[in-house]
């Protein structure tokens, strides 16, 4: 089920209803992108690792509503969470025409990676990895459920959301969203390898509740600020397709799949101009 179109006006303003943000958000152009970056003054996000459990294989519902595979009447099973923000180059201009993909564990701490399965199975229910492609103002949402720790091949992990935003069939920023004050977050090596203060604070995400929700829904506000100015393509024409993943072979050497955050924009070196995943192009709007 898609949550929304990036024309679907009507349900982004229930959608920013819920959240307790008013109708200026629909008359002001650029409004919302300002709104939604205040919160932390437009600080680059910092770059973090891809990590290893990037899906090897792609379910078969990859929109961006992640609690329910395509038509199931089985939701999965979790704190039902609104993730939102807005893309937005180092000087705040939006970014639109952009494909943002989440992918996390579920609530048994399983990804829908084969090498990332947890002792106590898969929810099978929960579609683990969705996909947003931004319109004029930078904004993407997902439906999904609050991350939770994990410990899986020896690695211990913080509650987190993984990140990939491409353009014109590059990846251009790789990061991770986490839970602010989470007590696991003391124990997570990845987060500990931030050294700003500053930077590390921009993936420290809030999870609050939605006023009035009767299924005790959380909203969480995460823009991808990226440090750099992103580049148009040399015919000035818009191209879809999604960027080449990150991630090295699973367990390859270290280093390999477990790239430490190096902290400022960039990441990992990008693939060269036009390299697409071989799943093809994000759905159409
Ligand atoms: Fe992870």
Redesign the pocket.
């Known amino acids: 089920m898609i949550i929304q179109s990036t024309t679907g006006a009507a349900s982004r303003r229930g959608f920013l209803a819920r959240l307790g943000l008013g109708a200026a958000f629909f008359t002001t152009p650029g409004l919302l992108a300002e709104e939604l970056s205040k919160s932390n003054g437009r600080i680059a996000t910092p770059a973090m690792t891809e990590?290893p459990?990037y899906p090897d294989k792609l379910p078969l519902d990859t929109d961006n509503d992640l609690l329910i595979i395509n038509d199931s009447i089985t939701p999965a099973v979790g704190e039902i969470s609104w993730v939102s923000g807005c893309v937005m180059d180092a000087s705040g201009q939006p970014v639109g025409n952009a494909t943002v993909e989440i992918w996390q564990?579920d609530s048994k701490s399983s990804y829908i990676h084969t090498q990332g399965r947890n002792k106590d199975g898969l929810d099978g229910n929960f579609q683990g990895y969705g996909r947003y492609q931004t319109g004029a103002t930078g904004f993407y949402q997902f439906r999904t459920i609050k991350p939770v720790s994990y410990d899986l091949n020896g690695m211990f992990?913080a509650p987190?959301i993984?990140f990939a935003v491409s353009r014109n069939g590059r990846r251009i920023f790789t990061t991770q969203m986490m839970v602010k004050d989470h007590p696991d977050n003391a124990k997570d090596m990845i987060l500990s390898d931030i050294e700003d203060a500053k930077a590390r604070e921009t993936i420290l995400i809030d999870f609050v509740a939605v006023p009035g929700s009767p299924w005790g829904e959380l909203s969480a506000k995460f823009d991808l600020i990226l440090g750099r100015t992103v580049e148009e393509t040399d015919d000035h024409k818009l191209h879809g397709g999604i960027g080449k993943t990150d991630r090295r072979k699973f367990g390859g050497p270290p280093g390999q799949g477990m790239v430490r955050p190096g902290g400022g924009a960039g990441g990992p070196p990008s693939p060269p101009p036009g390299g697409k995943r071989p799943d093809g192009p994000p759905p159409e709007d």
């Open positions: 990590g459990y564990c992990r987190h993984h």
